[in-house]
């Protein structure tokens, strides 16, 4: 079945220590998005890829980078993670922009 | 903030009964999806309405679009406890790239 997968499902972290989320596809949509979920709250934008085209929402912090080495897959890397950082990580993807978005399962980050 | 919101924040009503939610924007929009979410889990898409249409149907769910009063409501008719979760409306606003999503309806449908 043709899906958005996310790995690990849970990450443990440790105050300013990088870590890395990942992302696959395999629905060959061109568009691929990072959310951050917090509890009771919104799904928020970080930033999305139109095919190689990186966008960053304007008040996504410095700290998060995202990386799309191809079609698949999707990088997020918080560089140095606060406690503040916690929260549930969602990639999502469409075919267009606009269009109807597939998510994967989440990644839920705790930062110790 | 381009954020939506949605009314009310929570519900919680018997089996079998129907639910009603309400989303409000505040921007001309291409589009209104309705999405769902089970705790701890992903969004799934529900449903896609298109600023030139009024009303849309899938299955058990009936959406509405009125772009005068830029509001929209998603009705779950005969509803089961497995439509336990929050359901999130998200617009696409015209010249936007993305979906805006509204703050979230927790919908609890008691057995």
């Known amino acids: 079945d043709a899906m958005v997968i996310q790995n690990p499902r849970y990450q443990v972290t440790q105050f300013g220590k990088p870590v890395t989320l990942s992302c696959s596809q395999t629905?060959?949509?061109?568009?691929m998005y990072w959310y951050q979920q917090k509890s009771s709250q919104a799904p928020k934008l970080l930033f999305h890829y139109y095919d190689k085209d990186f966008n960053n929402e304007a008040d996504t912090p410095d700290n998060f980078q995202s990386r799309r080495p191809n079609t698949s897959f999707c990088f997020l890397d918080i560089r140095s993670p606060g406690l503040g950082d916690a929260a549930m990580y969602l990639c999502?993807?469409?075919?267009?922009?606009?269009?109807?978005?597939?998510f994967g399962p989440g990644t839920r980050l705790t930062v110790t | 903030s381009q954020q939506g919101e949605e009314d009310p924040q929570a519900l919680s009503i018997q089996e079998g009964e129907n639910a009603t939610m309400n989303c409000s924007y505040k921007t001309s929009i291409n589009n209104l999806q309705w999405y769902r979410q089970n705790s701890g889990r992903g969004l799934v898409h529900l449903i896609l309405i298109r600023s030139n249409e009024r009303e849309k149907h899938s299955g058990r769910l009936r959406v509405t679009l009125d772009t005068s009063k830029k509001s929209s409501s998603l009705l779950i008719t005969a509803s089961r406890a497995a439509d336990t979760a929050s359901y999130f409306c998200?617009?696409?606003?015209?010249?936007?790239?993305?979906?805006?999503f509204g703050t979230g309806t927790r919908l609890t449908v008691i057995p």
């Open positions: 629905l060959n949509h061109n568009v």
């Open positions: 998200a617009t696409k606003e015209t010249g936007a790239n993305n979906l805006f």
């Open positions: 999502a993807t469409s075919r267009d922009r606009g269009s109807e978005q597939y």
